[in-house]
């Protein structure tokens, strides 16, 4: 349909087992409410028989009663959510390194990622000064001293009164704890310095040289219970070669692991991403 | 919906003017008909205030009967058609160089294009030898002593009893009137050695290598009546350097090439290509 | 040889004619100055019969005691070059967009490009606030109500006092005049906003759109007098599809922008790169 | 210097403890033999001190005389050897998959490989045709029945008369004795089904589909002892999503397979890798 950018948009996301004439029946309540399609894609994984579709939808509606009516035509497990499609807010945590961070405030600033950077958060003090260049609070919350849960109890302390859609680790160089991550269930975004599940853990670059890899990655992903091992967003690569030394393929890769980083919370901020099990559907 | 490899399965490829509900209707008509939808992809062009959709369906069914009851849903004005789906049968033109041709017949031999080859039309007979290795027929059909319609009656003469559904140009190095393109109007598809719409024309390799360019790239499209220029279907590239003469960059480009039209193919076999104006629509 | 980052570290660019014996000649004038050699690479273009060499030098020496030896041994007619190594110094010029300019900044801040900027210059002042973030001065220099001569050596009068290595432009969407550009020979870098040398000049997303291409691009070269036709130093294309409009393509294609003109100018500065006639050779 | 198809071409590799002034003694031992220097790539590996360096050189010369002359200005620890430089003969060993092979056929029979094939063996018939088809002997060695180090002496058995100076291994999906491999040191090139050192051992691209990633790959290496461990010459990959399955991965997969085996191949052929350790300068 022609695209009015006065009125609002909203992304439907359903996600049930798969049945026949599930497109007609969810388009058709759509259309019954008078509700433009923007765009729809839909995706079918036949091994699991589970059915997905993003539809981004434009006109005025009540939320509940066009929900209701879709769950008459759904079977009744279903994991469908209306998203609400304006600007989101992130917290993001850093330790030293600035590159991750800096691609995101300077997208943010110029416009490539509509997402409001609510505040960032460091176990050292090193990027507070070029958070602050953006105007955007710097909370250093440092794990000196502290134990893993009472570093986590003082980070949450200062990231839970903003409330962040989503956590974005940019290089954060913790591990989080299950109690921790439960708390942002499929909300943290994380991304890891290596072609994953390639040199899982600490120092891949390292890993990477020794090993005389010709490509080396980096990938984002949902951060679940285990070390690197959540569902995956976005992953890419470059080409290296016997010319680069361990920390210039760790230069190399810093590259690879902001534009990856900032592509997959873009693709996130867009409602384009849908978890299911251990992997993604990115539509 | 679960996947039977046992039912037929046919592509519906709706083409018309925007409008509101298309996706309702259309989907409608298939759950009516007690079709299965394998795979639904939709996109519309908001310029053009155009809908296209490709739906993969499965299950038995009558045509006329089915389009007769999308035409009662769709706006009067629309190109819907629904494509058997089946193996299709191309006809291979080419002139002396073997890479493209050559990629065609072992992925047709191993099976990862699922093609019928009826035959490959040479202007010269170079490639007579390695055609025939896969007991596929080569007619020769020499353009010399013969002004450009009368070689292309030649050409058509033992093409045209093949029946084709397309002509597949692998580096044929002539130029089609539009008579001979109107013969088979989106039908023609080609490779050309360059990343369109750099370096239209002869010898783009010479042209790369003294611009000086660092990618060179090849362009699978369609052919129409202007050289070079019908809608485009899959491009790629590489990377080259100072390293690369103009015949190095000639080979190193083959590659691209012979990848770049067996890919655009596949997509054109698969139903997933689409044509508007002049460009495509590769869902 | 072994790595001290101690010694000072100077590059010697060869360029003549080729000959026999070049490489051991050289390569023997340095040995007896007891230098070590860090990196070698050497390029010859059979075409021309032209011989390049980069040569990575580490140790004291006498610089114009250690060319004339030097020239000794070399053709006559040469074009061999000591470059002293250290950070180089330039003065970047920009219009309205920021996602190179930031890019630059970013990479200069946290050292990922190995640059003093001295100065930002933009013939809008938009991007005042971003440059001044990071402490660098950033002039106004408006062409309103300035023929191109009145303007240049507007902005010639900002710019000369900081004695820049390198001109950046940085989307600054001006086109020099031949006597702005014979200031800096092959010292001034553009990013053009496409994959040259196709869609040329003005709106390459919108040409690109209309053309249907599946892959854009940016292009980073020196400047000389032609508009988009300097030697050309770093390529880069990204794929994209028939759901991007013209807008979406340029939005795509920034991040190809800026990371091209970023990797470009590492590369200068490096003195990795040599121009001759309107090609480069990048060691 | 000018190049001259006509004269013999040969590739020197030095390979020894780095050293001040490598590079002027051996050019100039060249030199001193009246030699043409075509291309010169040198590179230091500064972790290990080690120096690698490749001349490829024309002209006529004895090669003991020229090796003893550079030996005298080597360190006596060298692993320095001259490459004829001619056309060199491979044995490929399959299984079932023609992808591999039908590339090595095919662009040997257009001269995209300067390779003579001089057989292909097979633990099972089924490539046999296929083989034939290019006039190349094919030998059925099946394992049936047979212990591995019967099978590999039945293998040794055919393949050692033919002198090969590599041996490709097709998608061959035994895994090697390491005394077979100690017969042919780095000179088994294998693919590889996935990017190394993901997906190591059976079936990677099931492993892939169901860790849900992004990218899938391929590398070509030599083999040594253990299963997917030797030095890697060349990988690649291609973007993947979740429209892919297990089994779609694994065709999509083939292209690069292939591609990086016959672009490794014809690195090894070119005399353009040189393995130490576990890993390899591709110059």
Same mark, same amino acid.
């Given at each position: ?17 798969? =049945? ?14 008078? &509700? ?11 091994? @699991? ?6 539809? @981004? ?13 879709? #769950? ?20 993001? &945590? /850093? ?5 991750? &961070? ?13 997402? @409001? ?5 460091? $176990? #050292? ?15 250093? /919350? ?5 134990? *893993? ?16 859609? #989503? ?6 160089? *913790? ?10 269930? %499929? *909300?943290?975004? %994380? ?11 600490? $120092?891949?670059? *390292? ?17 679940? %219970?285990?070390?690197? @091992? ?12 016997? $010319? ?25 901020? =867009? ?13």
């Amino acid at each position: 349909m022609t695209v009015s950018l006065k009125l609002p948009r909203r992304v439907l996301i359903t996600d049930c087992a798969d =049945a026949k004439g599930l497109i007609a029946k969810i388009t058709g309540v759509c259309f019954d409410f008078g &509700l433009n399609i923007i765009k729809n894609d839909e995706f079918v994984d036949n091994t @699991e028989g589970r059915f997905f579709m993003r539809t @981004e939808l434009e006109g005025d509606f009540d939320e509940p009663r066009l929900l209701s009516a879709l #769950y008459e035509v759904l079977p009744a497990q279903n994991h469908t959510v209306l998203k609400p499609g304006g600007r989101k807010r992130v917290v993001v &945590l /850093v330790t030293k390194e600035a590159h991750c &961070l800096g691609d995101l405030l300077m997208k943010s600033y110029y416009g490539a990622l509509d997402v @409001e950077i609510a505040a960032v958060v460091g $176990n #050292y003090d090193k990027l507070a000064a070029l958070t602050e260049k953006f105007d955007i609070p710097f909370h250093y /919350v440092s794990h000196e001293g502290l134990d *893993r849960h009472q570093h986590e109890a003082a980070l949450l302390e200062v990231i839970e009164p903003y409330g962040a859609d #989503y956590l974005v680790l940019a290089k954060f160089m *913790r591990v989080l704890t299950p109690e921790f991550v439960a708390r942002y269930p %499929n *909300r943290i975004i %994380n991304i890891h310095h290596s072609f994953l599940p390639a040199f899982i853990g600490a $120092n891949p670059y *390292r890993q990477a040289w020794e090993r005389g890899v010709k490509i080396i990655g980096a990938t984002a992903h949902f951060v679940n %219970n285990c070390l690197d @091992e959540g569902p995956i967003i976005k992953q890419d690569v470059i080409h290296v070669d016997h $010319n680069y030394s361990a920390l210039e393929m760790a230069r190399a890769g810093r590259d690879v692991e902001k534009s990856v980083l900032s592509r997959a919370l873009g693709l996130v901020l =867009a409602d384009k991403v849908v978890v299911y099990g251990n992997k993604t559907v990115v539509f």
